[in-house]
């Protein structure tokens, strides 16, 4: 049925319930500022997301026993209420969240999604981000959608058609925007040293940011690379343009690049805009090892915030402060250990807070997230160089790891090996 405006859809909503929000860029921030004012006339609700952009009317203290935010991904607006303890952080791996949804363990009353304008079949799309979306609109009780204009028209596990909708507000706003970040001469180092790794034919995995975008940047030579990742930014529109990206040796989706979301500026939503080479699949079958193992030379590159000289890799906190997420890193570093011939990397600058802190470290910080464990880390990657981690004791992975951390902290780390685990290196 459609409605007025948003908060006449959101009404339907009634106190005690579960709440699912379409999350990344497809984010109905316009649904959820309208919900942080109808949540005031309603009690105990629970709102679900992951990484959520524009959403900080929900963080206000003022929704206390109206709504709660409970986040499997925390991002700029929702970090501050974490780590206050005004909004919760669930660690769970992304591939994993849409069976919560379907074994009913975590229940779904409600979703709230944005998506484009239907099709002559009544068919709209959930655009640039399927993620968990799909399984929560499966099983909740009712989706209200936000049919914006702007949402481009997306491949493969996006469609709902209107009739499936509670409620549906017609309302235009801008996709948020994820401008290519600035590069340095840190991030291009080591965005060459990732690059180093790539090989003919290798099917790729990468988030987003400078790091990425400088390895993507790197690999105009390469020939025949695929990509089945979680998501992907701008930093592929040159090599799909070059050919360099044809996905043609993918056992998986040959010919398709695969992802379960997008991010990046206005060029990339009208690159996937009705675009049949680009399939954004449910999250649970893009990260699950399972499919991600069939193709060959899966090479994964993610980030981390901190690793320790056993190889163990902080990716979703600073300490006890939770900074991100579980996310899919270890789908994809499972999953490209394996692939026949894939390689996992975890680049990262070697030092933070203007180089006075080691981003390679004796011990991780107390209360560190180990995301990607000891047993799982295979490639570490600093502007310093590549330590190969796998098959390797911990006095050569100590070793390794202190030849790739800023010169500054060399001779420290040393010192702290020996110290904290008696090695000799």
Same mark, same amino acid.
């Given at each position: 049925?459609?409605?007025?405006?948003?908060?006449?859809?959101?009404?339907?909503?009634?106190?005690?319930?579960?709440?699912?929000?379409?999350?990344?860029?497809?984010?109905?921030?316009?649904?959820?500022?309208?919900?942080?004012?109808?949540?005031?006339?309603?009690?105990?609700?629970?709102?679900?997301?992951?990484?959520?952009?524009?959403?900080?009317?929900?963080?206000?203290?003022? #929704?206390?026993?109206?709504?709660? *935010? %409970? /986040?499997?991904?925390?991002?700029?607006?929702?970090? =501050?209420?974490?780590?206050? !303890? &005004?909004?919760?952080?669930?660690?769970?791996?992304?591939?994993?969240?849409?069976? #919560?949804?379907?074994?009913?363990? *975590? %229940? /779904?009353?409600?979703?709230?999604?944005?998506?484009? =304008?239907?099709?002559?079949? !009544? &068919?709209?799309?959930?655009?640039?981000?399927?993620?968990?979306?799909?399984?929560?609109?499966?099983?909740?009780?009712?989706?209200?959608?936000?049919?914006?204009?702007?949402?481009?028209?997306?491949?493969?596990?996006?469609?709902?058609?209107?009739?499936?909708?509670?409620?549906?507000?017609?309302?235009?706003?801008?996709?948020?925007?994820?401008?290519?970040?600035?590069?340095?001469?840190?991030?291009?180092?080591?965005?060459?040293?990732?690059?180093?790794?790539?090989?003919?034919?290798?099917?790729?995995?990468?988030?987003?940011?400078?790091?990425?975008?400088?390895?993507?940047?790197?690999?105009?030579?390469?020939?025949?690379?695929?990509?089945?990742?979680?998501?992907?930014?701008?930093?592929?529109?040159?090599?799909?343009?070059?050919?360099?990206?044809?996905?043609?040796?993918?056992?998986?989706?040959?010919?398709?690049?695969?992802?379960?979301?997008?991010?990046?500026?206005?060029?990339?939503?009208?690159?996937?805009?009705?675009?049949?080479?680009?399939?954004?699949?449910?999250?649970?079958?893009?990260?699950?090892?399972?499919?991600?193992?069939?193709?060959?030379?899966?090479?994964?590159?993610?980030?981390?915030?901190?690793?320790?000289?056993?190889?163990?890799?902080?990716?979703?906190?600073?300490?006890?402060?939770?900074?991100?997420?579980?996310?899919?890193?270890?789908?994809?570093?499972?999953?490209?250990?394996?692939?026949?011939?894939?390689?996992?990397?975890?680049?990262?600058?070697?030092?933070?807070?203007?180089?006075?802190?080691?981003?390679?470290?004796?011990?991780?910080?107390?209360?560190?997230?180990?995301?990607?464990?000891?047993?799982?880390?295979?490639?570490?990657?600093?502007?310093?160089?590549?330590?190969?981690?796998?098959?390797?004791?911990?006095?050569?992975?100590?070793?390794?790891?202190?030849?790739?951390?800023?010169?500054?902290?060399?001779?420290?780390?040393?010192?702290?090996?020996?110290?904290?685990?008696?090695?000799?290196?």
């Amino acid at each position: 049925m459609k409605h007025p405006n948003a908060a006449s859809a959101l009404n339907l909503i009634g106190n005690n319930e579960f709440i699912w929000s379409h999350s990344m860029a497809a984010t109905p921030y316009s649904m959820l500022d309208a919900l942080a004012q109808v949540a005031r006339d309603k009690q105990n609700l629970t709102l679900l997301s992951l990484h959520t952009e524009k959403s900080g009317a929900l963080c206000a203290p003022e #929704l206390a026993g109206h709504l709660r *935010q %409970r /986040v499997f991904f925390v991002g700029g607006p929702t970090r =501050p209420a974490v780590n206050c !303890g &005004l909004a919760d952080y669930v660690p769970c791996f992304l591939s994993e969240i849409p069976k #919560l949804f379907r074994s009913k363990e *975590q %229940r /779904v009353d409600t979703a709230i999604v944005q998506v484009s =304008p239907p099709d002559k079949h !009544g &068919l709209c799309s959930l655009g640039v981000s399927v993620e968990a979306t799909r399984a929560a609109m499966q099983n909740a009780r009712r989706v209200i959608a936000q049919i914006n204009p702007r949402m481009p028209r997306t491949h493969g596990d996006s469609f709902v058609h209107l009739q499936d909708f509670a409620a549906y507000v017609e309302l235009e706003s801008q996709i948020p925007l994820h401008l290519p970040a600035e590069q340095d001469p840190v991030t291009q180092q080591i965005g060459a040293n990732v690059a180093s790794l790539i090989r003919d034919g290798d099917c790729l995995q990468m988030g987003i940011g400078a790091i990425p975008d400088a390895a993507l940047a790197c690999l105009g030579d390469r020939q025949n690379l695929g990509v089945h990742t979680e998501m992907f930014s701008d930093g592929v529109l040159p090599l799909l343009a070059k050919g360099v990206i044809n996905n043609r040796n993918k056992k998986k989706h040959p010919g398709k690049v695969v992802t379960t979301f997008a991010m990046g500026s206005q060029a990339l939503y009208d690159f996937v805009d009705d675009n049949p080479e680009v399939v954004f699949l449910d999250v649970a079958y893009t990260n699950d090892t399972a499919v991600i193992r069939q193709n060959p030379q899966v090479v994964s590159i993610n980030s981390a915030l901190q690793v320790d000289l056993s190889g163990q890799i902080c990716a979703d906190s600073l300490g006890t402060k939770i900074y991100s997420g579980v996310g899919g890193q270890m789908d994809f570093v499972r999953g490209a250990g394996l692939s026949e011939g894939g390689r996992a990397i975890i680049a990262l600058p070697s030092t933070a807070a203007g180089g006075t802190v080691s981003r390679i470290s004796s011990l991780l910080s107390p209360g560190a997230g180990v995301v990607t464990t000891r047993a799982h880390a295979h490639y570490i990657v600093t502007e310093y160089g590549v330590a190969n981690l796998r098959a390797r004791s911990l006095t050569e992975r100590a070793k390794a790891l202190i030849d790739i951390a800023a010169p500054q902290f060399r001779e420290q780390l040393a010192r702290q090996a020996f110290e904290d685990w008696g090695l000799r290196v």
